[in-house]
């Protein structure tokens, strides 16, 4: 009596214990503080895979919910209905050889002492293989062919009924519900990739089906295979569920990715996106990804470095500059080599080669401002200084008969000077050696006016006395509305300390170099007036200072003179282009003052101030004649002296282009003919 009054309680509390644990569970991956019960090598992995084998050969590994599941409401009453889902993914170490599979149990005790691993899946042995005091229901996911077992294939679904002898086998596929028949697709369990497993148990129908996917597919409709039997016999009122796998001699990892059971009612879906990921398949794509792709990924970057390193210090050569300390307060003057390299695209618009070197066209990218880029070589770093300091200080003149110098860039060996552009070049392509396009007297007249009072500011206008010591026609230059601009400052300086030892000493251009500058090499304003008086001669008569005219050397001045002497016909002394529009009165006083200004005696020159008046007619043309003699004598060159200075300027040169300057000077101070 009581004893049967503590057996009716101890039921009542075992299903009070089984009722509190519930009747389902669900894993969406796996970690310690939800871990089954593990035995022989299972483990969880960090990232939460549920690892059955781990790669080791003949080992059985077991995975067990940890609470007994009550499968009966009593221990003879009929079996209830159960459900399960899981996902699993076996990995062989080589893709198309197999080890053993997977096997969904439901069993009496958790784990199997005395089970074999390999084709015995960890379940069984040779001696109860079979034997129905087993108890054990499993679903195996097959890919071994075990003959002794019966198996059909090594990739084959079964369900096993206490033993290996599968009650009922298929090939491992699906049907898919794709609406086309709901044909056959098959499956490869060891094909590395993640599937879905249903088991599903109805207690009224007493019916098994296994339903088989790819991983994230829908569930199929259709089940993979289907059992009818009455499991009452085999499953007890409490069982454990869990996993077995085993390995034999070839290498396969076998996980489960996420797993949920429940009695009377379908297993929860599983969280597909919560599940973790399956590692790679097989070990030789990473050795591979190792030993080629880190290689070339090295050597690429590498390359890309070195590529990126050199590409870094060409570039760096290439715009390289030179700034010293005292640069720094030139600020503004001071331009950088890059942006000049931008501005003229490379120096690429030659706009003409002078003695100084090339002038490129280019145009500011801040500004729009187009310029003019003078790349002057200059090899000592001696005077430099100074002369980028003379530079700059021409750099604030300001005269619209000057052209503006803006700035300068340094480098090594090379000075770049930057000028305001001059869009209609320079005056001596309008003038000689038949010249497409000439200008008309009045134009000719503006520009010797405009020049002269450039001169003139230069001379007595600024702060400074700025002696120019290079003035001829193609150093002036024409701006857009044809004003005459004097260009290239203090180039003299920098041929003075320039290296060419052939142009040493020699300062301003033959044939505009007064007498007594060569004698003394003192560059002086009447110098300048010397040197505007060949000018002017030249814009009126377009004639170079010095030409050879059948075989003979014409010396502009002596013509010129010749032409007044001639019984005072000096206009025919007048360009032969300039045909009529001009007004005769401006062309006498142009040649007259052109004469007055080659004295050779500076003191009998006039200055730039009286020439500008006479140009203006701010004092009249008769008082020209009376104020300053013209005479032969002071025209003529009376000494030879300074001439063995000046042939010093042209050491021993056999270039035919010396040797004629040296004939041409040589008559040129030998005095008359
Ligand atoms: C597999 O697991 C066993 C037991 O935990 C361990 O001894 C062995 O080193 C593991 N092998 C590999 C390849 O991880
Ligand atoms: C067992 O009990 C549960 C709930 O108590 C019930 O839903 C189920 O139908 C019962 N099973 C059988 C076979 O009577
Ligand atoms: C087979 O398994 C049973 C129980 O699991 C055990 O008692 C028996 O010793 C095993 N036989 C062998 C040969 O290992
Ligand atoms: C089945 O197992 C039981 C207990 O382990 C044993 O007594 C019995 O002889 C076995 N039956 C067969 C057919 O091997
Ligand atoms: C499925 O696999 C079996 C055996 O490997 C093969 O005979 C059959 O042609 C395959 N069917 C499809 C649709 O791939």
């Keep these: 009596m009581i004893s049967k009054l503590v057996l009716a309680l101890l039921v009542l509390l075992r299903a009070a214990l089984l009722s509190c644990q519930g009747t389902g569970f669900a894993f969406n991956g796996f970690s310690s503080s939800n871990l089954p019960d593990l035995d022989g090598i299972a483990e969880v992995t960090p990232d939460g ?13 077991h995975a067990f919910y940890p609470s007994p599941i009550a499968f009966k409401n009593s221990s003879d009453a009929p079996l209830n209905s159960f459900s399960t889902a899981f996902v699993f993914g076996i990995i062989p170490e080589y893709p198309t050889l197999s080890g053993h599979g ?38 195996e996911l097959d890919t071994i062919q075990s003959t002794e077992f019966q198996d059909i294939n090594d990739n084959h679904v079964g369900i096993d009924l ?73 499953i007890n009122d409490v069982m454990y569920v869990g996993f077995s796998s085993s390995t034999g001699s070839v290498l396969t990892s076998h996980y489960i990715l996420g797993w949920s059971f429940q009695m009377n009612g379908p297993a929860q879906s599983l969280a597909m996106s919560k599940l973790p990921s399956l590692p790679r398949i097989g070990k030789k794509p990473v050795s591979r990804l190792l030993t080629i792709g880190v290689p070339v990924l090295c050597i690429s970057f590498a390359a890309v470095l070195v590529t990126g390193l050199v590409y870094y210090i060409m570039r760096k050569r290439k715009f390289a500059e030179i700034l010293e300390d005292w640069e720094r307060e030139y600020g503004p003057h001071r331009f950088k080599y890059k942006d000049l390299y931008i501005a003229t695209r490379g120096f690429r618009e030659l706009l003409g080669t002078g003695g100084f070197g090339r002038v490129y066209k280019g145009t500011l990218p801040s500004s729009k401002m187009e310029i003019a880029v003078k790349r002057v070589s200059h090899d000592s770093r001696q005077g430099i200084k100074e002369f980028v300091a003379e530079i700059i200080s021409i750099g604030r003149l300001r005269h619209r008969n000057i052209v503006t110098l803006l700035g300068y860039c340094r480098r090594k060996g090379e000075l770049l000077l930057v000028y305001d552009y001059m869009p209609n070049g320079s005056l001596d392509r309008y003038l000689f050696n038949q ?38 026609a193609s150093n002036v230059l024409l701006d857009a509305e044809l004003n005459g601009r004097l260009g ?74 010749s032409c007044w002497n001639n019984g005072g016909a000096i206009m025919e002394a007048k360009d032969p282009n300039l045909q009529e529009g001009f007004v005769a009165e401006e062309v006498e006083l142009a040649l007259k003052l052109g004469l007055m200004c080659s004295h050779s005696e500076p003191d009998a ?69």
Excluded: C
């Design 49 to 61: 895979l549920l690892r059955l084998t781990n790669g080791t050969r003949q080992k059985a590994g």
């Design 102 to 139: 997977i096997v969904f149990v439901v069993a009496p005790q958790k784990g199997f002492p005395g089970a074999r691993p390999s084709q015995y899946l960890g379940l069984f042995n040779e001696t109860n293989n079979g034997n129905s005091t087993n108890h054990v229901f499993a679903v």
């Design 162 to 234: 206490n033993g290996l002898d599968s009650a009922i086998a298929v090939p491992a596929g699906y049907y898919p519900d794709d609406g086309a028949g709901n044909k056959f697709q098959n499956l490869s369990l060891i094909s590395g990739r993640a599937m879905q497993v249903w088991v599903d148990y109805d207690g009224a129908k007493k019916q098994v089906d296994v339903t088989l996917a790819p991983f994230k597919a829908e569930r199929p409709s259709k089940p993979l295979v289907s059992l009818t039997r009455d499991l009452s016999s085999i």
């Design 605 to 673: 020159r006039p200055t730039m101030r009286q020439v500008v008046q006479f140009l203006e007619g701010d004092v009249p043309v008769q008082e020209l004649s009376s104020s300053l003699s013209i005479s032969s004598s002071g025209l003529r060159f009376k000494s030879k002296e300074g001439f063995d200075e000046f042939a010093m300027s042209f050491p021993s040169s056999t270039d035919k282009g010396f040797s004629t300057t040296y004939s041409v000077a040589d008559s040129l101070l030998s005095g008359g003919r």
């Design 435 to 472: 010249p497409k396009v000439t200008l008309n007297w009045t134009q000719r007249f503006r520009v010797i006016k405009g020049v002269a009072s450039g001169l003139f500011y230069l001379h007595e206008g600024w702060e400074q006395i700025v002696i120019h010591r290079d003035i001829k």
């Design 488 to 561: 290239d400052f203090g180039l003299a300086r920098l041929y003075d300390h320039g290296t060419d030892p052939q142009t040493t000493h020699v300062v301003g251009t033959l044939g505009y170099l007064a007498p007594e500058h060569t004698r003394t090499g003192k560059a002086t304003k009447a110098t300048d007036v010397f040197a505007f008086g060949a000018f002017l001669l030249e814009v009126v008569t377009g004639r170079r200072p010095i030409e050879t005219r059948g075989g003979e050397d014409v010396i502009l001045v002596d013509y010129v003179y």
